[in-house]
C-alpha cells in the first residue's frame, strides 16, 4: 500500500502576504511525515514530525508563533491518538516546550494518563528530559502584534488547541 499523510495549516483566514509561507510550511510538514512512512515508519512517527515541523514554523499558531494568552505568554495545548487502538496523549497550558506534540505522545506512551496540563505537565516534560525553551524564543513579532491590538481593542484572548489522530 502507497503511505499517504495530509496536513493542513490551522483553521481561519490566511492573509494574502501570509499564503506563500504558510503553503511552504504545510508542503514541508507532509513531506517531512511522507518521508517517514516511505522508509516505513509508523504513522505516529509520521504524524509527530509534521507537527513538529508545524511547530517550529513561525506561520502557524503552534509552538514557535502561537497566539498569545492575556499575560502575552505562549501557552500551548496538543493531543495525539494511535487510530489503531485508541490510545491517546494529550497536555495543555504547557508553557517554555518547543514541541507539545512530543511531550503529549510521551503522555500517551509513558503514562497510565491521558491529559497532563500545567504544572504537571511541566514536572513530566522535566522527569522525561523534554529541553525547555526560553518562552520568549516562542512568541514572532507577529504575534506580540496580535496580542497588543487584541488588549488595545479589549478583546478577550483564548488559547487555541491542535488536535491530531493517527491512523
Given at each position: 500500500?502507497k503511505p499517504?499523510i495530509?496536513v493542513h495549516?490551522?483553521?481561519?483566514r490566511i492573509?494574502k502576504?501570509?499564503e506563500?509561507?504558510?503553503r511552504?510550511?504545510?508542503v514541508?510538514?507532509?513531506?517531512?511525515?511522507y518521508g517517514?512512512?516511505k522508509q516505513?515508519?509508523s504513522?505516529?512517527?509520521?504524524?509527530?514530525?509534521?507537527?513538529?515541523s508545524m511547530?517550529d514554523?513561525p506561520?502557524?499558531?503552534a509552538g514557535?508563533?502561537?497566539?498569545l494568552?492575556?499575560?502575552?505568554?505562549?501557552?500551548?495545548?496538543a493531543?495525539?491518538?494511535?487510530?489503531?487502538?485508541?490510545?491517546?496523549?494529550a497536555?495543555?497550558?504547557?508553557?517554555?516546550?518547543?514541541?507539545?506534540?512530543?511531550?503529549a505522545?510521551?503522555v500517551m506512551?509513558?503514562t497510565?494518563?491521558?491529559?497532563?496540563?500545567d504544572?504537571?505537565a511541566?514536572?513530566?516534560a522535566?522527569?522525561m528530559?523534554?529541553?525547555?525553551?526560553?518562552?520568549?524564543?516562542?512568541?514572532?513579532e507577529?504575534?506580540?502584534?496580535?496580542?497588543?491590538?487584541?488588549?488595545?481593542?479589549?478583546?478577550?484572548?483564548?488559547r487555541?488547541?491542535?488536535?491530531?489522530?493517527?491512523?
Amino acid at each position: 500500500m502507497k503511505p499517504v499523510i495530509v496536513v493542513h495549516g490551522g483553521a481561519g483566514r490566511i492573509f494574502k502576504e501570509r499564503e506563500e509561507g504558510s503553503r511552504t510550511g504545510v508542503v514541508r510538514a507532509a513531506l517531512r511525515g511522507y518521508g517517514i512512512l516511505k522508509q516505513g515508519g509508523s504513522a505516529l512517527d509520521a504524524v509527530e514530525e509534521a507537527v513538529r515541523s508545524m511547530e517550529d514554523d513561525p506561520h502557524f499558531n503552534a509552538g514557535c508563533g502561537s497566539v498569545l494568552n492575556e499575560k502575552g505568554e505562549v501557552e500551548m495545548d496538543a493531543i495525539i491518538m494511535d487510530g489503531k487502538n485508541l490510545d491517546s496523549g494529550a497536555v495543555s497550558a504547557v508553557k517554555c516546550i518547543a514541541n507539545p506534540i512530543k511531550l503529549a505522545r510521551l503522555v500517551m506512551e509513558k503514562t497510565k494518563h491521558m491529559l497532563l496540563t500545567d504544572r504537571g505537565a511541566h514536572l513530566f516534560a522535566q522527569a522525561m528530559g523534554i529541553p525547555e525553551t526560553p518562552g520568549e524564543k516562542l512568541i514572532t513579532e507577529r504575534s506580540r502584534e496580535r496580542w497588543k491590538n487584541n488588549l488595545e481593542k479589549g478583546r478577550k484572548i483564548l488559547r487555541c488547541q491542535k488536535w491530531f489522530l493517527c491512523l
